[in-house]
């Protein structure tokens, strides 16, 4: 992940066109989606992914036959996830897995909604954490504020 972020930040500064190209490259990275896969269940043992959009589109299509609950489009500003019945959550263990993380909307939303409908949500494994501080339960394979001097106080 170090490796494309710097490529990625000499080639375009930062700013959107930067993390649209990110969102890209971890969207076609099959490595990248392994490497989320092996420290999810590292961290959390046998578990149930959650992703979503079009990153969780991808990572569908690359891992049939896991056990994913894929969530259908941009959660960030949505207060109940359609069609999500409790029988698909009640009782399962899941882990939010996305190619980024800022302020935790989208994970938030998801948290929420499969925890009122019965299951439980062991924390989050994102590619990149580009969020201002670090939170105790998401996991990241690149932390931009590592990069960038640390953590605001």
């Given at each position: 992940?170090?490796?494309?972020?710097?490529?990625?930040?000499?080639?375009?500064?930062?700013?959107?066109?930067?993390?649209?190209?990110?969102?890209?490259?971890?969207?076609?990275?099959?490595?990248?989606?392994?490497?989320?896969?092996?420290?999810?269940?590292?961290?959390?043992?046998?578990v149930w992914f959650t992703v979503s959009g079009a990153f969780g589109q991808s990572f569908?299509?690359?891992?049939?036959?896991?056990?994913?609950?894929?969530?259908?489009?941009?959660?960030?500003?949505?207060?109940?996830?359609?069609?999500?019945?409790?029988?698909?959550?009640?009782?399962?263990?899941?882990?939010?897995?996305?190619?980024?993380?800022?302020?935790?909307?989208?994970?938030?939303?998801?948290?929420?909604c499969i925890e009122e409908s019965g299951g439980r949500v062991l924390g989050a494994v994102v590619a990149y954490d580009?969020?201002?501080?670090?939170?105790?339960?998401?996991?990241?394979?690149?932390?931009?504020?590592?990069?960038?001097?640390?953590?605001?106080?």
């Open positions: 992940m170090r490796d494309l972020v710097e490529e990625l930040v000499a080639v375009h500064g930062g700013g959107q066109e930067y993390f649209s190209a990110l969102d890209l490259r971890v969207r076609e990275d099959k490595q990248v989606k392994l490497a989320l896969e092996q420290m999810a269940y590292a961290l959390f043992g046998p569908q299509r690359q891992w049939k036959g896991r056990p994913v609950l894929w969530l259908d489009g941009s959660l960030r500003n949505v207060e109940r996830i359609p069609l999500l019945k409790p029988e698909v959550v009640q009782g399962k263990h899941f882990v939010f897995l996305d190619d980024s993380f800022f302020r935790g909307r989208t994970y938030r939303v998801v948290r929420r580009g969020s201002l501080e670090p939170h105790k339960d998401v996991y990241s394979l690149y932390r931009w504020r590592d990069r960038v001097g640390g953590s605001r106080s």
